[in-house]
T-cell receptor
Framework: QQPVQSPQAVILREGEDAVINCSSS?????VHWYRQKHGEAPVFLMI?????EQKGHDKISASFNEKKQQSSLYLTASQLSYSGTYFC??????????????FGQGTTLQVKP | DAEITQSPRHKITETGRQVTLACHQT?????MFWYRQDLGHGLRLIHY???????NKGEVSDGYSVSRSNTEDLPLTLESAASSQTSVYFC???????????FGPGTRLTVL
């Protein structure tokens, strides 16, 4: 079952914050986050392996609420380089030893000067 | 440097023809994956492999096949191309199920 991302699209001004949510109807083992620029391949951002885990680097961080079967990606003080489409990929508990990702439909983020 | 490559980068073919897309990685990763990307659908898993001689069907495997004869390569074959298979195809690999997937640059396939 494909996880649901919200919002589908967001437009920001430089310096503003954004939150992208990823919800699953199935119990999750882990959540991956990727960013894709137009015409390019997806690039890994971070992986959250444990319920309640939070990770981050620079001004991008994420949390994973295993009980609620959801993850959120936080972009703080956005920069022009943050523009792109963000995908969450989920690994269900039944697939924990396989790494098989099911991706959400993506959230398009546009940062304007 | 280790990398993952795909070829061709662009392909135009006709309905009914057999097409093979190549994927080659030099990381010696066990896990390899094929996805297709269409507007509004995100990335959908076609086939995946956890090692030599191992292949598994993903969520949209109809009309596609893969084989894994060595660690480095996982070619994707469209047995009889259909217009519905016009898409961008990405190959990916990972060292194991707990780590990130590295994506190739993609192949844009058009079936006329």
């Amino acid at each position: 079952q494909q996880p649901v991302q919200s919002p589908q699209a967001v437009i920001l001004r430089e310096g503003e914050d954004a939150v992208i949510n990823c919800s699953s109807s199935k119990a999750l083992y882990s959540v991956h986050w990727y960013r894709q620029k137009h015409g390019e391949a997806p690039v890994f951002l971070m992986i959250l392996l444990k319920g309640g885990e939070q990770k981050g680097h620079d001004k991008i961080s994420a949390s994973f609420n295993e009980k609620k079967q959801q993850s959120s990606l936080y972009l703080t003080a956005s920069q022009l380089s943050y523009s792109g489409t963000y995908f969450c990929g989920t690994v269900g508990h039944g697939s924990s030893n396989t790494g098989k990702l099911i991706f959400g439909q993506g959230t398009t983020l546009q940062v304007k000067p | 440097d280790a990398e993952i490559t795909q070829s061709p980068r662009h392909k135009i073919t006709e309905t009914g023809r057999q097409v093979t897309l190549a994927c080659h990685q030099t990381w010696n990763h066990n896990n390899m994956f094929w996805y297709r990307q269409d507007l509004g659908h995100g990335l959908r898993l076609i086939h995946y492999s956890y090692g030599v001689q191992d292949t598994n069907k993903g969520e949209v495997s109809d009309g596609y096949s893969v084989s894994r004869s060595n660690t480095e390569d996982l070619p994707l074959t469209l047995e009889s191309a259909a217009s519905s298979q016009t898409s961008v195809y990405f190959c990916a690999s990972s060292v194991d199920s707990y780590n990130e997937q590295f994506f190739g640059p993609g192949t844009r396939l058009t079936v006329l």
